[in-house]
């Protein structure tokens, strides 16, 4: 079955970087596209950046541009989502989410405070 | 960008009771829509895709119909475990995908 596993999250201070990973099982990860979505505390879904199959074309929320980077490594069926210059309203539960955001992760918690 | 006006933002209903929720776009996206159940501390679920097609597993209670700009989320008859947030994701005009604000659907 499909697993999407997130992990790197933790408090960091504001200016501060991180690297989320996704581990992914259960279906041909090189052959699909995925995203990352947030979630603010008590607040509703934010997607925020898209990564093709192949890693040709990368696609960022106007929110995160310049600051994060997604990229992947195939041959370990790994998501990563490089979070540098990181602000207070970067705080959110980070998911993972395949191509057609039929599956999804548990999700990783990322907090930015001093 | 395509704007997703959800609407109610949250609502009060009983067990048994049918419930509709709407997601209006702001341009038409033909069917490109999802549906999706969160409950609390939980990744979502999709419940509906390309509108009105139901997701392996989800009970028939739960409905999606639409297309262009208007779609709706009914559930026939809410149950103890219907209780959480909806949201709706258009992936028709991308990048960004973009999700509705949600609907919470609480207990009356």
């Known amino acids: 079955q499909v697993q999407l596993v997130e992990s790197g999250g933790g408090v960091v201070q504001p200016g501060g970087s991180l690297r989320l990973s996704c581990a992914a099982s259960?279906?041909?990860?090189?052959?699909?596209?995925m995203h990352w979505v947030r979630q603010a505390p008590g607040k509703g879904l934010e997607w925020v950046a898209f990564?093709?199959?192949?890693?040709?074309?990368?696609y960022y929320a106007d929110s995160v541009k310049g600051r994060f980077t997604i990229s992947r490594d195939n041959s370990k069926n790994t998501l990563y989502l490089q979070m540098n210059s990181l602000r207070a309203e970067d705080t959110a539960v980070y998911y993972c989410?395949?191509?057609?955001?039929?599956?999804w992760g548990q999700g990783t918690l990322v907090t930015v405070s001093s | 960008d395509i704007q997703m006006t959800q609407s109610p933002s949250s609502l009060s209903a009983s067990v048994g009771d049918r419930v509709t929720i709407t997601c209006r776009a702001s341009?038409?996206?033909?069917?490109?829509l999802g549906w999706y159940q969160q409950k609390p501390g939980k990744a979502p679920k999709r419940l509906i895709y390309?509108?009105?097609s139901l997701q392996s597993g989800v009970p028939s209670r739960f409905s999606g119909s639409g297309s262009g700009t208007e779609f709706t989320l009914t559930i026939s008859s809410l149950q103890p475990e219907d209780f959480a947030t909806y949201y709706c994701?258009?992936?028709?005009?991308?990048?960004?995908?973009?999700f509705g604000q949600g609907t919470k659907v609480e207990i009356k």
């Open positions: 989410a395949k191509e057609d955001f039929d599956y």
């Open positions: 259960g279906f041909t990860f090189s052959s699909y596209g």
């Open positions: 990564i093709r199959y192949d890693g040709s074309n990368k």
């Open positions: 341009q038409g996206i033909r069917n490109d």
């Open positions: 390309a509108a009105s």
């Open positions: 994701l258009q992936h028709n005009s991308y990048p960004p995908w973009t």
